[in-house]
């Protein structure tokens, strides 16, 4: 072959033939620090952020500091013009952002939808007992998990208790350098022989995943559980909590400890939660940094995602409807709110799986996400047939391909592992069925699910830029 076939052929390539980009060999000295700090904030974000509650502490807080007003508090159309952030909190454990834009309600809105919840384990309503001289928590896991995994590590305890009087107690427990921690026995190998012969989804049942909370027994006879009352005591003492509130209660059992940079290069996090709190914090930092857009930006932040979006917090609620419905009372604006959803576009920001070197044959290496190549688009989700998906149309792919690249920003494809191998949902086809054109975009993780989840600084980056370019583009 001479060097003009050559050429030719290197010019067809170049033109023609798509490659993903790695996000570190693309961008420059400078971008490579935004990245560094920017992941430094999403670490401190994670590590304040262990629950749906305290991450909508956390989303308040944040967005009270950028001079958002509570829009349940506002009485007019003079307290709100465009470029006025405002938030929406609703049962403490959904919350709703947004950024008035200068064009009329009419025109819709550009709505980033993200989960607060991942899965844990939840303590029973009465949780505590006492067996040979120990006392434990009895859980109920929530969301999809390997059971096994939560063996044999250190947790803590977070959540809230309301008490007879109706004070509610915040509890967290484990996180502090000199706190205790919890933590679920496993059984010895020398003595597993049966445990091995059961399936790996059965290594430990659920009704296993009891928490080891205390052994030391109070002094005295006359009750026989003295470990259980041991225990009691001490969360009267700290917290004024009586057994009886534990049935009201709710506490988590999570991964204790911060967020970590993993690798020589400190290039990825390594963190509990991470599904889906990546992309709600680049979605948080994107609406905070907007000024005016042109169409209202709304960042949604919702519950229950991980056990099907249910409830009077998750996607299928109607917060949504809610907050558009006061937003419009509040400007004045009578739009039709089916035809202001018509009119709207979205983002369902959540993560994907990337492709792990050591379990890819789970994947179509074709169509799997790579760690560092960007902010993955996902087309459709479900199961097999894409049972219960929501499939994006190719119109409205093409114009975010284009924004995407317009700006500069990194993007991938994506599909959740072969097809017939497994699959999931996320809230994109529950924004689908207000007549809204959504896609999944978020970035990539290893490791989903696990109660240590690995993302890239770089793919943070381009997921932050991307949600921002959405709300930003007229």
Known sequence: MDNVEKE????????????????????????????????????????????????????????????????????????????????????????????????????????????????????????????????????????????????????????????????????????????????????????????????????????????????????????????????????????????????????EMVPAGNARDIGFDRSLVGAYGQDDRICVFASLKAVLDIETPEITAIALFVDKEEIGSVGNTGMQSKILEETLYELMKITGQEVSLYKLLSSSKALSADVNAAIDPTWEDVMDKLNAAKLGFGVCLTKYTGARGKVDASDANAEYIAELRNLFNREGILWQMGELGKVDQGGGGTIAKYIANLNIDVIDCGMPLLSMHAPFEVSSKGDLYMGYKAYKAFWMDS
Do not use: C
């Open 8 to 251: 030719k052929l290197e010019e067809l390539a170049e033109n023609l033939v798509y490659r993903g980009e790695n996000v570190w060999e693309k961008v420059s000295e400078e971008e490579k620090e935004k990245i560094f700090a920017l992941g430094e904030e999403y670490k401190s974000f994670l590590d304040k952020s262990k629950t749906e509650r305290e991450a909508v502490q956390e989303i308040v807080r944040a967005a009270k500091e950028k001079g958002f007003l509570d829009l349940k508090e506002l009485k007019d159309g003079k307290q709100i013009k465009p470029g006025t952030g405002f938030y929406a909190v609703y049962r403490d454990k959904a919350v709703v952002l947004g950024v008035v834009g200068s064009a009329e309600l009419s025109r819709g809105i550009r709505l980033i939808g993200s989960h607060l919840d991942a899965p844990r384990l939840d303590l029973k309503p009465q949780p505590l007992y006492e067996k040979h001289d120990l006392a434990l928590f009895k859980t109920h896991y929530y969301g999809g998990i390997k059971k096994y995994q939560w063996t044999a590590i250190p947790l803590a305890l977070h959540g809230i208790v309301v008490l007879q009087d109706g004070r509610k107690i915040e509890v967290v427990m484990g996180e502090k350098e000199d706190d205790p921690v919890f933590t679920i026995t496993d059984l010895l190998p020398h003595l597993a022989a049966e445990q091995y012969r059961r399936r790996l989804s059965e290594a430990i049942k659920g009704e296993e995943l009891n928490v080891l909370v205390g052994s030391i027994p109070l002094k005295g006879e006359g009750y026989k559980e003295k470990v259980k009352l041991a225990v009691l005591e001490r969360l009267n003492s700290a917290y004024g909590i009586i057994e009886e509130d534990l049935m009201s209660a709710e506490l």
